[in-house]
C-alpha cells in the first residue's frame, strides 16, 4: 500500500512557473516508478511525466516536453515536477501516481496508487 499526496498547486499567470511536490509513504519508495498525470475540465487524463524508480531514465508527453521537469528525492520520498513556461492550457488537476515496475511507463494502467489530485490554474 503506498499513500500519495501532492502539493504545490495554484494560480500563476502564462508563461510562469509552478512546482509540484507528491509525499509518498507506505511501500519503499525506491522501488517503483512515479508519474505525474493531470486532467483538464472536459479532457481524459493524461500523462505528463515518469521517472523511474532510481531516477535515471525520465519521460515527458509531448505537450509538456521541454517545459516540465520530473524529478525525485529517494531519501525525502518525494517526487516533483518543476513546471516552467505554463499556458492556460496547462490548465488542469495534476495527479502523482506510483508505478507497478521500476522502469517508467506512460501508460495509465502502469499505475495503480494515485494521489487525491492539486488544482493548477494558469490564467491568460
Known amino acids: 500500500q503506498v499513500q500519495l499526496v501532492e502539493s504545490g498547486g495554484g494560480l500563476v499567470q502564462a508563461g510562469g512557473s509552478l512546482r509540484l511536490s507528491c509525499s509518498a509513504s507506505?511501500?519503499?519508495?525506491?522501488?517503483?516508478?512515479m508519474g505525474w498525470f493531470r486532467q483538464g475540465p472536459g479532457k481524459e487524463r493524461e500523462f505528463a511525466a515518469g521517472?523511474?524508480?532510481?531516477?535515471?531514465?525520465?519521460s515527458y508527453g509531448d505537450s509538456v516536453k521541454g517545459r516540465f521537469t520530473i524529478s525525485r528525492d529517494n531519501a525525502k520520498n518525494t517526487v516533483y515536477l518543476q513546471m516552467n513556461s505554463l499556458k492556460p492550457e496547462d490548465t488542469a488537476v495534476y495527479y502523482c501516481a506510483a508505478g507497478s515496475y521500476r522502469a517508467v511507463v506512460t501508460s495509465i494502467r502502469g499505475y495503480n496508487y494515485w494521489g487525491q489530485g492539486t488544482q493548477v490554474t494558469v490564467s491568460s
Open positions: 521517472i523511474s524508480a532510481s531516477g535515471a531514465m525520465t
Open positions: 507506505g511501500r519503499t519508495f525506491s522501488s517503483y516508478a
